[in-house]
């Protein structure tokens, strides 16, 4: 009796708190902190991340890669943080587009939105597509552009079924992801380095396998890519802010903890890895092209293998399940405040599930496409899946930009969550790391003898989203619907 009349007390101050931020909600805060935290861990999904890029990493960074995960990791951490004093003052569904609204304006907004979702549906495909050759070889088929098309598309069809069965299910296929990938790192991890040791410790200090005409420090930035593959996610806990009862509290902790222990899982995982291998000369000059698959059926014979494969797969189904819920609630926000086209459609919530049945539909039917195309577009697909992760980050920091506008028009958040005076530094730190981050991750690399779409693509499809965004918005002028609140974070903030 005791409780319930506590999740009264605490709803029908969520509910005011939303009414004074400008909103009325009709989703279901049935999401507990734990369960809000599995959803940004298996959107984060450390093993999705290592499993899918550590052979890249390892081969342009050699074994130190590993450090890579530890200085990401903590710079990240800053705008986290930053996120963590926004989401406690605007706990409203859709994430970074409304926290840029308050914080900055309309116009703004929208490019972060912009920006984020396309992010986000590549990544979905990507991830779709990812899992494919895993699934393929589980059920002993051979992986092909056909077969793994059909796969991904199979599995973005689930994705949106159990989205669409509401916030209970989600919550729920979310935590169990998260339990099975953790448990799953802790295990491999454990088996690898007590049976199946090969290198010593202070291999994570050689450089001498890399050959470089210079300086390490070009080898060491290449790598650090996969990591920062692997460190957003803690987003998607203020994605769904009017889905968690006590939001301005529970979210900025749930992303805390993602960082904390999606990170920990990465670098426990891929120490694993590392340790394990038992020839680092063939995995560096290519003749071992999946050094995880060669390490695991050798330490642990085909029946581990396929075991850890179960693993695997669960981490990306949860992971793929996790972004779209991720990318609906930014489209339903988007919509609810009249910014794109088919608002009405788009912002309709399903009366049963209480979930945005539409922008959930949608969020799976252009990821599918994205997927579908690379069928025909083999090389072209890869460089727009590439863009997910720099995506994600532009409109990070926009996110923390806006934040620092903000505190120089007088901003002081307000929410139970905050850095205090270390707010400005850790800022201005978030900040720094970012933009470093978005230059490393464009940096054109690449052999002499691939052309230019290689080095370049990236960037160019970046700049290319960027400036069809631009000029959408300059044409269509969506920023000038509705009448939601916008750039009054300040302003907030005086009257308080």
């Avoid at 270390?422 to 981050?437: D, I």
Wanted: hydrophobic share 55%; glycine share 10%; charged share 10%.
């Amino acid at each position: 009796m005791l409780a319930n009349k506590k999740e009264v007390v605490s709803n029908d101050h969520d509910t005011n708190q939303l009414r004074a931020l400008g909103y009325e909600s009709n989703f279901e805060r049935t999401m507990s902190k734990w369960e809000n935290f599995s959803l940004g861990f298996t959107y984060l999904s450390p093993v999705v991340g290592v499993y899918t890029l550590f052979a890249a990493a390892f081969v342009a960074g050699g074994p130190p890669m590993w450090w890579t995960y530890i200085l990401v990791g903590l710079g990240q951490l800053m705008v986290c943080l930053v996120f963590g004093e926004i989401v406690s003052q605007f706990p409203i569904s859709g994430g970074l587009y409304p926290w840029a609204r308050r914080l900055v304006g309309k116009r703004w907004a929208w490019m972060a939105g912009w920006v984020y979702a396309w992010a986000l549906m590549c990544t979905m495909a990507g991830v779709a597509t990812g899992v494919a050759p895993f699934l393929a070889q589980l059920f002993g088929a051979e992986a092909s552009p056909m077969v793994n098309t059909v796969i991904a598309l199979v599995l973005i069809t689930l994705s949106t079924a159990l989205n669409l069965s509401g916030t209970r299910w989600l919550a729920r296929v979310a935590m169990f992801g998260f339990i099975c990938e953790l448990v799953g790192a802790i295990v491999v991890g454990i088996y690898l380095l007590v049976f199946a040791r090969h290198q010593p410790l202070n291999i994570l200090l050689d450089t001498s396998l890399v050959h470089t005409e210079g300086s390490y420090l070009p080898a060491f930035l290449a790598s650090s890519l996969a990591a920062m593959f692997c460190y957003y996610g803690f987003e998607a806990c203020g994605d769904v802010a009017e889905e968690t009862p006590d939001a301005s509290r529970m979210i900025p902790k749930a992303m805390r903890l993602t960082i904390y222990i999606g990170g920990a899982a990465a670098c426990w995982v891929c120490l694993a890895f590392i340790l394990s291998i038992p020839d680092i000369g063939a995995v560096m000059s290519g003749d071992d092209k999946d050094p995880i698959v060669t390490l695991l059926k050798a330490s642990m014979g085909e029946m581990g293998f396929r075991a850890v494969i179960v693993v695997v797969l669960v981490s990306f189904v949860s992971c793929l399940l996790s972004l779209q819920a991720a990318a609906s609630r930014l489209i339903f926000a988007y919509a609810r405040d009249q910014m794109i086209f088919g608002s009405a459609f788009l912002s309709t919530m399903s009366p049963g599930r209480h979930v945005p049945a539409n922008a959930l539909i949608m969020m799976g039917a252009i990821p599918a496409l994205i997927a579908l195309s690379s069928l025909w577009l083999a090389d072209a697909i890869t460089t727009i899946i590439s863009f997910a992760a720099v995506g994600i980050y532009i409109s990070f920091q926009m996110i923390v930009f806006g934040a620092l506008l903000a505190r120089a028009k007088g901003w002081r958040p307000t929410g139970p969550f905050t850095l205090g005076r270390w707010g400005r530094f850790v800022n201005l730190t978030g900040l720094a790391y970012g933009v470093s981050a978005i230059i490393n991750i464009l940096w054109p690399r690449g052999a002499p003898t691939d052309p230019w779409y290689v080095p370049w693509g990236m960037l160019v499809t970046t700049v290319g989203v960027i400036a069809l965004g631009g000029v959408y918005m300059i044409l269509a002028r969506p920023y000038e619907r509705g009448n939601a609140p916008a750039g009054d974070a300040h302003l907030l903030a005086n009257r308080g």
